[in-house]
């Protein structure tokens, strides 16, 4: 059984653990902070080598290069598609390639439709009309009440050279049931069938009736049923006139009632072709945009590869070692870097594919109107830039001196894109008015004049901007060094600091791992005698009986050797 002073060291030895939990975890927390510490001081050590850096100017005005040059890629694919339609916008509605009777008739050409020339149509059919000096058609009004429009001499002439004639014993004459003047006058049929499929069907068996030359003169250019339905000024009808039987009214009738039928029925089927040719102009517009978008895409698409190899192609000339195997190794970088950016570079290319859609439909000047957005848009992100970096938390609270001239670094930056954008536009004029034949355009790439303005643009500003940046940078980088040295000194005296309470943290542990061991060593001794002592007070009481002097004599020995 213990006694209570070796309780009391037990209780001592479990205070001394909890302790010990204690500057463990004060050892780990102090580790931890110190590789924290070591992480910032990587950090300013690295950003000291970048401070004066003119990188940023440099990806300014390439990004900006980078975007007007696909504006005139997209640009340019819109222009070539509306000169390869005939100079005609985007326009895929259903009235611009289906040409519709009501609207021939108003003159809506279905201009876009590239199986049938309605505007030919529609040109050669006003032709036959006669119109007054405001270019109106006249008018006369039939023996039937009806309006028309009056025919120019000659309009007939086309019909009656290939119309089969009459019998001369007979006194007959060929007659065009549905006449030759009611074709010329029909908007349908002018709208959706030849001249020739229209010849064909008046002089047509379907349509030819042999009648009495005298009825024929006083039938002209009106219907049979207008015909033998009025009379004439006297009130007479050609029944009476003419002694027509009831047995040949009919037959006149039916005559007309069965060519009308067909010229209906080939009129519907000329239509019907007018709607599929319209169809199929319509998919071949589409077809032919989609190609011209789809090569922006493969355009812009190839174009961020070659900028990502010329980039990394720069970074290998930079490098110390310059060999085939360094070479092949950047380029796989770049294409590594292709391959990560090609989710935003989708987003891009539609971009691009949208601004050749949207040229097509209202022209070239889609390009201006973009250049002009990135000029503010250029213009914004400099001034949101310099706002951003004076309401950071870090530079609050430091003077004028100090953030003033890094807001001028930004809003140079953003000016020399800005101006990149201004100088070439007015390069490119100037040299389209001295060599006009810098202003033709090369298919994909848009005209030399447009090229050479973008690069001598960037050029100039980039070399301007970077002038002024630099006069800035050289006042801006002593005070960022300066800034910069001082925090690692502030970052180092943090570090020695972590470091001795560290080492104080390690030696408290060694010393009281060393209090511990002679504490343990003590009590096992204190114990060990007591055990002892006890073991031999019951032996010496055993046998004091037979060896008094001598057990006595022992055991002081024992008792001093113990103590």
């Known amino acids: 059984m213990l006694t209570s002073k070796n309780e009391n060291a037990v209780l001592?030895?479990?205070d001394f653990e909890a302790k010990e939990v204690s500057l463990d975890e004060l050892e780990q927390s102090l580790e931890t902070e110190l590789e924290e510490q070591f992480e910032d001081l990587t950090f300013l050590q690295e950003e000291r080598e970048h401070i004066n850096n003119p990188d940023h100017l440099g990806e300014t005005i390439l990004n900006v290069v980078w975007e007007q040059f696909?504006?005139?890629v997209a640009t340019t694919a819109g222009e070539d598609f509306i000169k390869e339609n005939r100079g005609l916008h985007l326009d895929l509605r259903k009235e611009a390639h289906i040409q519709t009777t009501e609207n021939f008739a108003k003159g809506k050409i279905a201009k876009h439709n590239t199986e049938i020339d309605y505007q030919q149509r529609y040109d050669d059919w006003q032709s036959n009309f006669v119109k007054d000096e405001n270019g109106n058609v006249v008018t006369h009004q039939t023996r039937a009440g009806k309006e028309e429009a009056t025919l120019v001499k000659g309009a007939r002439k086309a019909f009656d050279d290939g119309r089969p004639t009459g019998s001369a014993e007979k006194h007959t004459d060929m007659d065009h049931t549905v006449s030759a003047a009611e074709i010329i006058r029909d908007p349908t049929a002018n709208a959706h069938m030849t001249k020739d499929e229209q010849i064909a069907f008046a002089n047509s068996d379907a349509n030819l009736n042999e009648m009495d030359s005298s009825l024929n003169r006083s039938k002209g250019d009106m219907?049979?049923?207008d015909w033998l339905d009025n009379p004439n000024s006297k009130g007479q009808k050609p029944n009476e006139i003419f002694d027509i039987s009831a047995e040949d009214d009919a037959k006149l009738r039916q005559k007309d009632a069965e060519a009308r039928d067909e010229y209906e029925k080939q009129k519907k089927e000329a239509?019907?072709?007018?709607i599929e040719a319209g169809k199929k102009s319509q998919k071949e517009e589409a077809f032919r945009i989609g190609g011209k978008a789809l090569r922006t895409a493969l355009m812009a698409i190839l174009a961020a590869l070659a900028k990502e190899v010329i980039g990394k192609l720069v970074l290998w000339l930079k490098s110390a070692e310059k060999s085939l195997n360094t070479?092949?190794?950047h380029i796989k970088m770049a294409i590594r870097s292709f391959v990560g950016k090609l989710k935003g570079l989708l987003v891009s290319t539609s971009d691009s594919v949208i601004t050749t859609i949207v040229t097509s439909i209202v022209g070239p000047v889609v390009g201006t109107v973009k250049k002009v957005f990135t000029l503010l848009k250029q213009g914004w992100q400099s001034l949101k830039e310099a706002v951003q970096y004076l309401q950071k938390p870090e530079n609050r609270g430091k003077p004028l001196s100090y953030l003033l001239p890094q807001v001028g670094i930004i809003v140079v930056t953003g000016l020399s894109g800005i101006g990149a954008i201004v100088l070439g536009e007015f390069i490119e004029k100037g040299l389209v008015a001295l060599l006009p034949g810098l202003g033709v355009n090369i298919p994909i790439l848009g005209s030399p004049a447009n090229l050479i303005g973008m690069l001598m643009g960037a050029i100039v500003c980039g070399v301007i901007g970077a002038i002024a940046i630099n006069l800035i940078n050289k006042y801006v980088a002593r005070q960022q060094k300066n800034a910069n040295l001082d925090a690692q000194i502030d970052k180092k005296n943090e570090i020695l600091q972590t470091q001795d309470k560290l080492i104080e943290v390690?030696?408290?542990?060694?010393?009281h791992t060393k209090e511990d061991?002679?504490?343990?060593?003590?009590?096992?001794?204190e114990q060990a005698k007591d055990i002892i002592s006890e073991a031999m007070a019951t032996i010496f009481r055993e046998d004091e009986e037979d060896n008094p002097d001598s057990l006595s004599s022992t055991a002081d020995d024992l008792a001093d050797l113990l103590s």
Request: aromatic residues 0%; charged residues 30%.
């Open 12 to 14: 001592d030895a479990m």
């Open 70 to 72: 696909m504006n005139q």
């Open 223 to 225: 219907s049979m049923t």
């Open 271 to 274: 239509e019907q072709k007018s």
């Open 327 to 329: 070479l092949l190794e």
């Open 506 to 511: 390690k030696v408290q542990k060694m010393v």
């Open 517 to 525: 061991a002679l504490r343990t060593m003590k009590e096992t001794r």
